[in-house]
Protein backbone atom coordinates (compact mmCIF):
# COMPACT_ATOMS: atom_id res chain seq x y z
CA UNK A 1 0.00 0.00 0.00
CA UNK A 2 1.56 3.49 -1.09
CA UNK A 3 -0.27 6.61 -0.97
CA UNK A 4 -1.23 7.08 -4.21
CA UNK A 5 -3.41 3.60 -3.59
CA UNK A 6 -4.34 5.32 0.03
CA UNK A 7 -5.87 8.51 -1.78
CA UNK A 8 -7.73 6.61 -4.20
CA UNK A 9 -9.65 5.27 -1.20
CA UNK A 10 -9.90 8.39 0.08
CA UNK A 11 -11.22 9.89 -3.36
CA UNK A 12 -13.71 6.82 -3.81
CA UNK A 13 -15.12 6.70 -0.32
CA UNK A 14 -15.35 10.44 0.56
CA UNK A 15 -16.83 13.32 -0.99
CA UNK A 16 -17.00 16.28 1.57
CA UNK A 17 -13.87 18.84 0.87
CA UNK A 18 -13.66 19.21 4.46
CA UNK A 19 -13.50 15.67 5.65
CA UNK A 20 -10.96 15.07 2.86
CA UNK A 21 -8.96 17.84 4.50
CA UNK A 22 -8.95 16.36 8.11
CA UNK A 23 -7.81 13.66 6.78
CA UNK A 24 -4.81 15.21 5.11
CA UNK A 25 -4.02 17.43 8.25
CA UNK A 26 -3.85 14.53 10.34
CA UNK A 27 -1.29 12.62 7.50
CA UNK A 28 0.55 15.57 7.53
CA UNK A 29 0.66 15.48 11.54
CA UNK A 30 1.33 11.97 11.98
CA UNK A 31 4.30 11.80 9.21
CA UNK A 32 5.75 14.71 11.49
CA UNK A 33 5.57 12.95 14.63
CA UNK A 34 7.17 9.86 12.74
CA UNK A 35 9.76 11.05 12.06
CA UNK A 36 10.64 12.86 15.65
CA UNK A 37 10.32 10.21 16.97
CA UNK A 38 12.25 8.34 14.17
CA UNK A 39 9.12 5.30 12.85
CA UNK A 40 8.26 5.07 9.13
CA UNK A 41 6.60 8.19 7.91
CA UNK A 42 4.66 6.40 5.12
CA UNK A 43 3.35 4.12 7.45
CA UNK A 44 2.16 6.44 10.21
CA UNK A 45 1.17 8.94 7.17
CA UNK A 46 -1.16 6.27 5.73
CA UNK A 47 -2.90 5.41 9.21
CA UNK A 48 -3.62 9.33 9.58
CA UNK A 49 -4.88 9.58 5.78
CA UNK A 50 -7.33 6.65 6.22
CA UNK A 51 -8.29 6.86 9.79
CA UNK A 52 -11.76 8.27 8.92
CA UNK A 53 -11.99 7.25 4.90
CA UNK A 54 -15.46 4.96 6.24
CA UNK A 55 -17.49 7.89 7.89
CA UNK A 56 -19.56 9.32 4.56
CA UNK A 57 -20.75 5.64 4.51
CA UNK A 58 -20.47 4.56 7.87
CA UNK A 59 -21.41 7.37 10.02
CA UNK A 60 -22.24 6.31 13.79
CA UNK A 61 -20.29 5.22 16.51
CA UNK A 62 -22.20 1.21 15.22
CA UNK A 63 -19.89 1.28 12.41
CA UNK A 64 -17.11 3.45 12.37
CA UNK A 65 -14.22 2.31 12.15
CA UNK A 66 -14.96 -0.88 12.93
CA UNK A 67 -17.40 -1.65 9.46
CA UNK A 68 -14.28 0.09 7.34
CA UNK A 69 -11.65 -2.47 8.48
CA UNK A 70 -12.45 -4.88 6.03
CA UNK A 71 -12.96 -2.67 3.19
CA UNK A 72 -9.51 -1.58 4.12
CA UNK A 73 -8.40 -5.24 4.52
CA UNK A 74 -9.91 -6.25 1.08
CA UNK A 75 -7.71 -3.05 -0.56
CA UNK A 76 -3.77 -4.91 0.75
CA UNK A 77 -3.89 -2.09 3.85
CA UNK A 78 -1.73 -3.33 6.17
CA UNK A 79 -2.53 -5.16 9.70
CA UNK A 80 -1.33 -2.84 11.32
CA UNK A 81 -2.06 0.47 9.97
CA UNK A 82 -5.92 -0.81 10.42
CA UNK A 83 -5.34 -1.41 13.88
CA UNK A 84 -4.31 1.82 14.26
CA UNK A 85 -7.30 2.78 12.89
CA UNK A 86 -9.86 0.83 15.06
CA UNK A 87 -8.02 2.31 18.13
CA UNK A 88 -8.10 5.92 17.41
CA UNK A 89 -12.20 5.60 18.48
CA UNK A 90 -12.46 4.81 22.16
CA UNK A 91 -16.02 2.79 21.30
CA UNK A 92 -14.28 -0.16 19.54
CA UNK A 93 -12.38 -1.81 22.38
CA UNK A 94 -9.24 -1.84 20.58
CA UNK A 95 -6.77 -0.97 23.27
CA UNK A 96 -3.89 1.66 22.17
CA UNK A 97 -0.63 -0.23 22.39
CA UNK A 98 2.13 1.09 20.06
CA UNK A 99 3.28 4.70 19.81
CA UNK A 100 1.66 4.88 15.91
CA UNK A 101 -1.93 4.26 17.80
CA UNK A 102 -1.50 6.88 20.23
CA UNK A 103 -0.14 9.46 18.21
CA UNK A 104 -3.24 9.16 15.64
CA UNK A 105 -5.57 9.49 19.18
CA UNK A 106 -3.51 12.27 19.78
CA UNK A 107 -3.61 14.03 16.97
CA UNK A 108 -6.90 13.52 15.39
CA UNK A 109 -9.61 16.02 17.20
CA UNK A 110 -6.94 18.60 17.49
CA UNK A 111 -6.37 18.95 14.22
CA UNK A 112 -10.14 20.15 13.62
CA UNK A 113 -9.64 22.89 16.81
CA UNK A 114 -6.70 24.47 14.78
CA UNK A 115 -8.97 24.53 11.67
CA UNK A 116 -11.48 26.04 13.51
CA UNK A 117 -9.09 28.62 14.60
CA UNK A 118 -7.20 29.41 11.73
CA UNK A 119 -10.93 29.84 10.00
CA UNK A 120 -12.06 32.75 12.46
CA UNK A 121 -8.70 34.61 12.00
CA UNK A 122 -8.78 37.63 9.57
CA UNK A 123 -5.87 36.05 7.37
CA UNK A 124 -7.53 32.48 7.43
CA UNK A 125 -3.94 31.07 7.50
CA UNK A 126 -2.00 28.58 9.45
CA UNK A 127 1.59 30.66 8.33
CA UNK A 128 0.96 33.40 11.24
CA UNK A 129 -1.29 30.99 14.02
CA UNK A 130 0.51 30.65 17.68
CA UNK A 131 -0.35 28.78 20.12
CA UNK A 132 -1.66 31.47 22.53
CA UNK A 133 -4.28 31.81 19.60
CA UNK A 134 -4.98 28.08 20.14
CA UNK A 135 -5.09 28.63 24.02
CA UNK A 136 -7.32 31.63 23.97
CA UNK A 137 -10.06 29.71 21.73
CA UNK A 138 -9.56 26.86 23.93
CA UNK A 139 -10.90 28.66 27.37
CA UNK A 140 -14.16 29.36 25.40
CA UNK A 141 -16.40 25.83 25.51
CA UNK A 142 -18.59 27.62 22.72
CA UNK A 143 -15.64 28.22 20.11
CA UNK A 144 -16.01 24.77 18.29
CA UNK A 145 -17.96 23.12 21.20
CA UNK A 146 -17.94 20.03 18.99
CA UNK A 147 -14.08 19.63 20.04
CA UNK A 148 -13.71 17.38 22.62
CA UNK A 149 -11.04 19.02 24.45
CA UNK A 150 -10.84 16.28 27.39
CA UNK A 151 -10.10 13.79 24.42
CA UNK A 152 -7.34 16.01 23.21
CA UNK A 153 -5.78 16.46 27.23
CA UNK A 154 -6.21 12.50 27.43
CA UNK A 155 -4.37 12.15 23.42
CA UNK A 156 -1.26 14.50 24.39
CA UNK A 157 -1.32 12.72 28.02
CA UNK A 158 -1.24 9.09 26.46
CA UNK A 159 1.33 10.20 23.99
CA UNK A 160 3.46 11.43 26.70
CA UNK A 161 4.01 15.20 25.57
CA UNK A 162 2.94 18.35 27.32
CA UNK A 163 -0.34 19.67 25.88
CA UNK A 164 0.69 22.70 24.55
CA UNK A 165 3.89 21.65 22.70
CA UNK A 166 1.87 19.15 20.94
CA UNK A 167 -0.33 22.01 19.52
CA UNK A 168 2.79 24.00 18.80
CA UNK A 169 3.86 20.66 16.91
CA UNK A 170 0.94 19.96 14.96
CA UNK A 171 0.63 23.68 13.92
CA UNK A 172 4.11 23.31 12.39
CA UNK A 173 3.06 19.90 10.91
CA UNK A 174 -0.43 21.75 9.43
CA UNK A 175 1.67 24.67 8.32
CA UNK A 176 3.37 22.45 5.52
CA UNK A 177 0.20 21.75 3.65
CA UNK A 178 -1.95 24.70 4.31
CA UNK A 179 -2.46 25.23 0.69
CA UNK A 180 -4.26 21.48 0.50
CA UNK A 181 -6.20 22.22 3.88
CA UNK A 182 -7.26 25.76 2.51
CA UNK A 183 -5.50 27.15 5.49
CA UNK A 184 -2.81 29.19 3.80
CA UNK A 185 -4.97 32.70 3.09
CA UNK A 186 -5.36 32.04 -0.67
CA UNK A 187 -7.87 29.66 -0.63
Given amino acids: MDREQALAIVHEYVQNLNLRRHMLAVEAV ?21 HDFDWE ?10 DGAPILRS ?8 RCILSHADHTGIPRRTLMERALFACDEVTGLITA ?27 AANVDRDEIVRGAHELGVELWDHIERIIYAMR ?5 LGLDGES
Fill in 75 to 82: RGVPEPII
Fill in 57 to 66: VHPSLEQHPQ
Fill in 176 to 180: GVASE
Fill in 30 to 50: MRNYAQFYKENPDEWGLAGLL
Fill in 117 to 143: VALVRPSRSLQDLEVRSVRKKWKNPRF
